[in-house]
């Protein structure tokens, strides 16, 4: 790529930039003002967001990008997104005109649910930008164990707004990419100066590019175009440039609003007495001045492909590109333009200005007829277009029986360890497609026997100093390309979104990984954020979290988990699993690296514990395995004469069958039922109601099934280590009376007798719950 671009690639990357800003803005326009509104609802669309990044989006995608590049473009900017894929035959006219309707382009770029090229789901603020550190190192991963061609290495860009570096997610990932060496990862900020409450306090990027800089980025800004550059080398430039240099953001966005009689206005009245001022002013009209005066880089085509041509190295780049919100609309800079949409009046005067005749305002070239051959040839030769426009299809990885530890006494805990350390041990193609992360609890969380034998990953090798010195350690964790952990610091925002990274390598690399993340089941709430953006992006996870929760009683309320079955019951993308047994979580693993795999499968979350059990002695039936994974099965089978029932999950089984015993002496037959999902029992019943009801196609689900052994009249008491809701909603099956028992508030230190008696959900409170239930 020259550094210089030439006049004419200059002159058609302008015309492209005025199509580019017309068809975001007329869609939005068309989404508010013409398309019949049902609901009477406003649509929006961000008119003035999207236009701050059009010259910047122009330049990349028309003549920076490469196939290989991926861009997660801000949020409110997806109109421009979605034009530029439309002059690029890769966005459909239907899809732009039912923009922000039902099945058509996005509000925000969208993977799932956009059918263009989107690299990075952005809907959520911040988390877009984070992405793209996370998927460097992703790639890094892929080409250092040959899943990806080193020479096929892409450009990670995030096009971000300013006001996103409020989020604290960001400045997680900077260090964590510090750590990891990230390269071939470009942030562009929108530096529009204004958010969605007012205007950006002055002084934030002075330093937030200090933050850069220190953590070995290289920082850019693009603050002024050629015409300024231009002015300051003319009367009275130095003084206006400095003048702009010390005007606050507020009076900027302000003059820029009122115009160029208001700028002749505030220069004279700031500037009196400058040396040949005058005929600095004299020298433009109105309409010139404003131009000049906004003639930023962000803005500037010119500036702006000089700047990322000139980047020739891997190193980090921050560019810090002033930009005008609202650049070139009737909007700009005034501060409540966020939300602000151009009237019908003004949207007429913008298409005169822009000069779209009547009737075309769908048209690619309308009203650049004579350029049309030119521009289509332009950008179909742009590298960009090299980009393949379907996904290749990944081959499904065969997925080995995992047996079951046969320890006696164990924990769910260590038994995911050691079925991931005999994989560690093995050779199938699945062990090698793993790549397990952690934020700094690997060994607590059992992790630590697969480092041993996988290794820690980092881009070049790194000297044990204690194996170096003799010093005797458990922890046999080399680090170097081959490695297949990848250690991360305490932020579980940072965990959650590399999953989403290294869960997407399906589709961004063509290749299939089995991304394993641990951590302590009480702190998923800390980053639901990434792990809501990771599951709607569709990436594929398996997410291993213990110990579930009270069952860490020492440690104390801080250390305990209530609702995280409630947010497995209720997160889309991700099916939660609570077994109890070894034997039923080596199932539950295999069938969750298969449905990570399947094309409407999911990620999948592991809710375990670090209570030691005794296992039962048993050897599963392929009918067992099969109810184990719809989500439920009989311990103890009812018969008909059974009128107690009880319903559980996970470490709480030997409170269950210590309640078994006290009942059994005058309950004989009574049942138990094991649940291994309460998500996917829901969904399946879900989906057989609605097919029962909606599609009048009679369907029964598992539950169902399980729940007819019951007579309508037997007593069911529900315990869970976790909130109660998580089991008492199978009452409602057949109307069975259900007494519901959980955790439902903050703990506190204590041994479990102590702790399970405060909260009722010992043996004790089971067996006295039934008689809660006679007395109703």
């Known amino acids: 790529m020259s550094n210089k671009t030439s006049t004419d690639d200059i002159k058609q990357l302008k015309l492209l930039e005025k199509k580019v800003l017309w068809l975001a803005s007329y869609m939005i326009h068309n989404a508010n003002h013409l398309r019949p509104s049902r609901d009477g609802l406003k649509v929006g669309g961000h008119q003035a967001s999207s236009a701050s990044l059009a010259s910047i989006m122009t330049a990349l995608y028309f003549h920076i990008l490469g196939p290989n590049d991926r861009v997660a473009v801000k949020p409110h900017a997806s109109p421009i997104l979605h034009a530029i894929m439309y002059l690029m035959d890769r966005q459909n006219l239907d899809k732009m005109e039912n923009f922000r309707g039902f099945g058509g382009a996005q509000s925000y770029p969208s993977i799932t649910k956009d059918t263009t090229d989107v690299d990075f789901s952005t809907g959520s603020v911040g988390m877009g930008v984070a992405a793209t550190l996370f998927n460097t190192l992703t790639q890094d991963y892929m080409v250092d164990h040959n899943w990806h061609d080193e020479n096929s290495m892409g450009r990670m860009i995030a096009l971000a707004g300013d006001a996103e570096f409020d989020e604290g997610n960001i400045f997680e990932s900077l260090l964590e990419g510090w750590k990891h060496q990230v390269r071939n990862l470009w942030w562009v900020i929108d530096y529009n100066r204004q958010s969605l409450d007012g205007v950006v306090d002055d002084a934030l990027f002075e330093r937030i590019s200090g933050v850069f800089d220190s953590l070995g980025w290289q920082v850019s800004s693009l603050k002024y175009g050629k015409k300024l550059l231009k002015a300051q080398n003319g009367p009275a430039g130095e003084a206006i440039l400095k003048w702009i240099d010390n005007c606050p953001n507020q009076l900027y966005s302000a003059l820029t609003y009122q115009g160029g009689a ?81 009237s019908v009046g003004q949207m007429a005067q913008f298409q005169k200005d822009q000069k779209v005749p009547q009737g075309a305002e769908w048209d690619k ?71 397990t992360t952690s934020p700094d609890v690997t060994s607590s969380t059992n992790l630590g026997p697969w480092v041993n034998r996988r290794n820690l990953y980092a881009r070049e090798d790194v000297a044990d100093i204690f194996k170096d010195k003799r010093i005797p350690s458990s922890q046999i964790w080399r680090k170097g390309p081959s490695g297949q952990h990848m250690e991360l610091g305490i932020a579980e925002n940072n965990l959650f979104s590399l999953l989403g990274q290294l869960g997407l390598t399906y589709r961004n690399f063509g290749e299939r ?87 409407d499968g999911s990620s999948v979350y592991l809710r375990l514990a670090t209570r030691k059990i005794s296992q039962l002695p048993r050897v599963l039936s392929e009918e067992d395995k099969d109810n184990i994974v719809k989500g439920a099965y009989w311990l103890r089978k009812p018969t008909s004469s059974t009128t107690r029932a009880i319903i559980y999950a996970g470490a709480i089984a030997p409170e269950v069958m210590g309640a078994v015993q006290d009942l059994q002496q005058e309950n004989k037959d009574m ?25 009048k196609i009679p369907k029964t689900s598992h539950i169902e099934k399980l729940m007819g052994d019951l007579a309508r009249d037997c007593l069911v008491v529900s315990v869970c280590d976790g909130h109660p809701l998580n089991l008492s909603w199978l009452g409602s099956i057949h109307g069975n009376p259900v007494v519901p028992l959980g955790v439902e508030t903050f703990g506190q230190t204590g041994d479990l007798p102590d702790l399970y008696e405060h909260f009722m959900i010992d043996s004790a409170a089971i067996v006295a719950a039934y008689g809660r239930l006679k007395r109703h």
């Open 262 to 342: 208001e700028w002749r206005k505030q220069l004279s009245d700031e500037l009196k007495g400058t040396s040949k001022l005058g005929e600095f002013l004299d020298s433009y009209s109105d309409t010139e001045l404003a131009e000049v005066m906004t003639n930023l880089g962000g803005h500037d085509l010119e500036t702006l492909t000089e700047a990322f041509g000139n980047v020739d190295s891997e190193q980090p780049q921050c560019f810090i590109a002033y930009t005008v919100k609202g650049k070139g609309l009737p909007l700009a800079g005034h501060k409540d333009n966020h939300a602000g949409l151009m």
């Open 365 to 435: 070239f309308g009203g650049m007829e004579k350029e049309a051959e030119k521009l289509t040839h332009f950008i179909s030769n742009c590298s960009y277009q090299q980009r393949a426009k379907l996904i290749k299809k990944v081959d499904t990885i065969r997925i080995p029986e995992l047996p079951a530890p046969k320890d006696e006494m164990q924990s769910t805990q260590e038994a995911f360890g050691k079925i991931m350390f005999e994989l560690a041990k093995g050779d199938s193609e699945l062990a090698d497609r793993i790549i």
């Open 513 to 599: 990984l089995f991304p394993v993340g641990t951590l302590y089941d009480p702190f998923i709430a800390r980053g639901l954020d990434a792990l809501n953006y990771a599951t709607y992006q569709g990436a594929r996870f398996m997410l291993v979290a213990t110990p579930s929760g009270i069952t860490l009683g020492p440690e104390g309320g801080a250390h305990q988990s209530i609702g995280t079955p409630l947010i497995g019951l209720s997160q889309p993308g991700l099916t939660s699993v609570e077994p109890s047994y070894a034997d039923e979580l080596a199932v539950l693993m295999k069938w969750g690296f298969e449905l990570m795999q399947d094309e």
């Open 671 to 695: 049942a138990v039922l094991a649940v291994t999902s309460s998500d996917i029992l829901y969904r399946d019943w879900a989906a057989s109601r609605r097919s029962s009801a909606i599609n």
